[in-house]
């Protein structure tokens, strides 16, 4: 079962635990006690938490999130990170309620800045979901210098960003840092002169798929 299984993000655990109490509660009423049963599985499969292998070769920079690529563009960071207004290369995971939802780093590195802003919770699909949308941006230098943000954007039924992460912690590269309630969007900006080796339409796996190189 281990092996098979997935382990549970803890932030899944209340969820669990109230559809198997009602479940519980309404053992003598058979619909009460499916709902409850149903409830708890869903919860258990939405905060899953797969071990995964990051590549070990220098310089990778991989996806943050489980999802479908759905915009690569260019674009400035997050204002509230003050680092310009110069763009940077950057790549959309645009996250269904079917995908894992636990954020990993991209790189291994620092966290130099973490910082949260309040906003819609409009679609995460759409291009107006990375300016409009509540957002948690954290920013990491590599022992290189080189700087990666990878932003935790709300959706149309997320209404909770958990990030763990702190100015000052070390992060190495797949280490799960947090995660967003049922469907959302991350973006990840990339360092000037990177050149994104996903396409559109493609399929992430956080933690493992390769989104870039550091230049």
Do not use: W
């Not at 969820?15 to 599985?41: D, E, K, N, Q, S």
């Amino acid at each position: 079962m281990r092996s098979t299984i997935p382990p549970i993000h803890p932030a899944g655990r209340p969820f669990i635990a109230t559809g198997l109490a009602v479940a519980a509660a309404g053992y003598r009423y058979r619909r009460l006690r499916r709902t409850g049963l149903l409830a708890a599985g869903a919860s258990a499969v939405f905060f899953r938490h797969p071990p995964r292998v990051p590549p070990t070769r220098p310089g990778a920079i991989v996806a943050p999130a489980d999802g479908v690529i759905c915009v690569i563009d260019s674009a400035a960071p997050p204002a509230e990170l003050s680092m310009g207004a110069a763009p940077r290369p950057r790549v959309s995971i645009f996250l269904s309620v079917f995908d894992a939802h636990v954020q990993r780093s991209p790189v291994s590195g620092e966290v130099i800045a973490v910082q949260h802003r309040p906003g819609r919770f409009g679609s995460a699909d759409l291009p107006s979901a990375s300016v409009d949308n509540e957002r948690t941006s954290v920013r990491i230098r590599t022992p290189g210098g080189a700087e990666v943000v990878a932003v935790q954007i709300a959706g149309l039924v997320a209404r909770r960003i958990v990030c763990d992460a702190r100015v000052g912690d070390k992060l190495s590269i797949g280490d799960t840092y947090g995660l967003i309630r049922f469907g959302s969007r991350l973006d990840t900006y990339l360092p000037p002169g990177a050149e994104p080796v996903v396409k559109v339409g493609q399929r992430a796996i956080a933690g493992e798929t390769v989104l870039a190189e550091l230049p």
